[in-house]
């Protein structure tokens, strides 16, 4: 086996991997519109789970140093501004967590919808229940897990989730309390 035999399997290869580079790649453009369409789309859906009330949101622009606040959004209604919703991203055992918080103008917590999260099955993913998420409304301050001092009652095995879900909306109101 030669240098000649060896340079036509280099060559085979570079010519394989070009072709599925280029395949991945035309899937990609054709597949990046519907996919940020969809999240934007979950995304709206959660906003409005957590903010009822609202008729629009309006991005607001974040400007504090937050690394979990990843948008800030004014939710109207028919008598004008009604509170905010808060895009954060805490880090749970698996991942990131993509949540919104809505926060009332009272800067009281009116609702936790999760958009996406990569948790345990059957522990972390607990933190999609009505009865987790449903402890913040009407909160607002710093909120922690019992086993920390605070009110929230942990998810029984998922105390990393839990602890990342009220990371996640004491940032939204800390975000939403500098704003005033």
């Known amino acids: ?9 280099t060559l085979i290869l570079f010519l394989i991997s070009a072709v599925v580079a280029a395949l991945l790649g ?25 903010m009822p009330e609202a008729s629009s949101f309006e991005e607001f622009g974040y400007k504090g140093k937050d690394p979990l606040v990843a948008e800030i959004y004014l939710a109207k209604g028919s008598s004008g501004s009604i509170g905010y ?6 880090t749970g055992f698996g991942g990131a967590i993509d949540m919104v918080v809505g926060v009332s103008s009272a800067g009281k917590v009116t609702g936790v919808s999760i958009i996406s999260m990569s ?11 009505d009865s987790f998420r449903e402890q913040f409304v009407g909160k607002s301050g710093t909120q922690a897990v019992t086993k920390d001092g605070g ?11 839990s602890r990342a879900v009220s990371k996640g909306v004491t940032s939204a ?6 704003l005033s």
């Open 119 to 129: 948790e345990t099955p059957g522990l972390g993913t607990n933190a999609l229940k």
């Open 26 to 50: 035309a899937v990609n453009a054709i597949t990046e519109s519907r996919i940020i369409a969809a999240k934007r789309e979950k995304t709206v859906s959660a906003m409005k789970v957590v």
């Open 85 to 90: 919703v808060v895009k954060v991203t805490p």
């Open 1 to 9: 086996m030669g240098a000649k035999y060896f340079g036509k399997l």
């Open 151 to 161: 009110k929230i009652n942990a998810i029984t095995g998922a105390t990393v989730t």
């Open 173 to 178: 109101l800390e975000a939403v309390a500098a």
